[in-house]
T-cell receptor, first 111, second 113 residues
Framework: GNSVTQMEGPVTLSEEAFLTINCTYTATGYPSLFWYVQYPGEGLQLLLK?????DKGSNKGFEATYRKETTSFHLEKGSVQVSDSAVYFC??????????FGTGTSLTVIP | SQTIHQWPATLVQPVGSPLSLECTVEGTSNPNLYWYRQAAGRGLQLLFY??????ISSEVPQNLSASRPQDRQFILSSKKLLLSDSGFYLC????????????FGNGTRLTVT
């Protein structure tokens, strides 16, 4: 079946630190992979996506590479800011109408 | 461009009262529509999704129901709320295709007292 496993949080970093949030997936065929961000009290916003192996999604300094050989889609940012504090969700879409979400990783960036 | 509207933003309801949450999408036709619930500090739980008018798939048996009376309108209802229905309810839409992302509304914070 399809599933997403995301690293447990919470994660606390100092401003300008390097961020990695691990995400691995299980799927058959050729899924698309996504990262979403949720700020307090708001809905989820699409952060980036990748639709095939070796694709790199990027947005607002965040990057993630679709690695089929390791079934991973880790989120990275070189220098986090206080405004990046949020909950991050890894997600997968495959044939069918459903999305499969990880459990979310809470990030707090301290000045 | 496409937009999704969800209301109300917050709602406090007594146990046993009815519920109606509404979601509408603009700027696209025949979207797939979804209702999710997010308990405090938890992940997302898919409640219902719809691929067309009158077509509803339920993922979790419970006292909630959904309806899609128009192409871009999705309604979440309950006849009698339970305390366990408290949570953050999110409506979302997507187009067709595996690579099409979900687009979320701003959510409704429901507190059942």
């Amino acid at each position: 079946g399809n599933s997403v496993t995301q690293m447990e949080g919470p994660v606390t970093l100092s401003e300008e630190a390097f961020l990695t949030i691990n995400c691995t997936y299980t799927a058959t065929g050729y899924p698309s992979l996504f990262w979403y961000v949720q700020y307090p009290g708001e809905g989820l916003q699409l952060l980036l996506k990748a639709t095939k192996a070796d694709d790199k999604g990027s947005n607002k300094g965040f990057e993630a590479t679709y690695r089929k050989e390791t079934t991973s889609f880790h989120l990275e940012k070189g220098s986090v800011q206080v405004s990046d504090s949020a909950v991050y969700f890894c997600a997968l879409s495959n044939t069918g109408n459903q999305f499969y979400f990880g459990t979310g990783t809470s990030l707090t960036v301290i000045p | 461009s496409q937009t999704i509207h969800q209301w109300p933003a917050t709602l406090v309801q007594p146990v046993g009262s009815p519920l109606s949450l509404e979601c509408t999408v603009e700027g696209t036709s025949n979207p797939n529509l979804y209702w999710y619930r997010q308990a405090a500090g938890r992940g997302l739980q898919l409640l219902f999704y719809s691929v067309g008018i009158g077509q509803i798939s339920s993922e979790v048996p419970q006292n909630l129901s959904a309806s899609r009376p128009q192409d871009r309108q999705f309604i979440l209802s309950s006849k009698k709320l339970l305390l366990s229905d408290s949570g953050f309810y999110l409506c979302a839409w997507r187009g067709t295709g595996v690579s099409s992302p979900l687009h979320f509304g701003n959510g409704t914070r429901l507190t059942v007292t």
